[in-house]
């Protein structure tokens, strides 16, 4: 498994301004999502962050509004821009494909308020 | 598209009694289904998981159990505790000739009864 922490933990925003979410993993990792889970809700695909090449984004989410890098193996960050209320979620991001298995760990989340 | 459907959305039951959440899938490339326990206020935690070669997985008091030709698959818990209480997600995807990545079912909130 990894361990994976998020910054920050929780944030409230006003509406029109961006945040940018910190995923940090305690061992080199190929594969990275983001993942927005709305209140009450699954979970769902934002985009899959692997180093060295730019993330690829699903539908519905594009890069303007979920801008990601991945500078290196053990860190990402999504930025959340011009904020409105619907983007009030909690925003997870997860690592995969460590030692070649199809298992997903997640980090704690960030859970966003927009007002 | 790939969907998958989970039940039920709410669970109830008396410690000691059993569990069991079924999930269906859409897709059947799919090959790989986890299962995820959330508490509230944290991550997905990854508890169990099967891939398609397997008939059923068993890890102390949960299991999970997978039928290819129906495209569905089952959690089951055992002899439930109070922190058993939680949201449960099934996911399937297709690694590695496909995507690494999830599609989630929409998730069960059990509620073990002390």
């Known amino acids: 498994s990894a361990v994976i922490s998020q910054k920050p933990s929780r944030d409230i925003c006003q509406r029109g301004t961006s945040l940018t979410i910190q995923c940090q993993v305690d061992?080199?990792?190929?594969?990275m999502f983001w993942y927005r889970q709305q209140p009450g809700q699954s979970l769902t695909l934002i985009a899959t962050a692997n180093q060295g090449s730019e993330a690829t984004y699903e539908s519905g989410f594009v890069i303007d509004k979920f801008p990601i890098s991945r500078p290196n193996l053990t860190f990402s960050t999504l930025t959340v821009s011009n904020m409105s209320p619907e983007d009030s979620s909690i925003y997870l991001c997860?690592?995969?494909?460590?030692?070649?298995?199809?298992?997903?760990?997640f980090g704690p989340g960030t859970r966003l308020t927009v007002t | 598209g790939e969907n998958v459907e989970q039940h039920p959305s709410t669970l109830s039951v008396q410690e000691g009694d059993s569990a069991v959440i079924k999930c269906t899938y859409s897709?059947?490339?799919?090959?790989?289904f986890p299962w995820y326990k959330q508490e509230l206020g944290k991550g997905p935690q990854l508890i169990i998981d099967i891939r398609s070669n397997v008939g059923e997985k068993k890890d102390q008091r949960i299991a999970v159990t997978l039928n290819k030709t129906a495209k569905h698959f089952s959690l089951h818990i055992t002899e439930t505790q109070p922190e058993d209480s939680a949201v449960y997600f099934c996911?399937?995807?297709?690694?590695?000739?496909?995507?690494?990545?999830?599609?989630f079912g929409t998730g069960t909130r059990l509620k073990v009864l002390a």
């Open positions: 061992s080199q990792v190929t594969m």
């Open positions: 897709d059947s490339a799919s090959n790989y």
């Open positions: 996911a399937a995807s297709n690694p590695p000739s496909g995507t690494y990545k999830y599609i």
């Open positions: 997860s690592v995969g494909d460590l030692a070649g298995s199809y298992e997903q760990y």
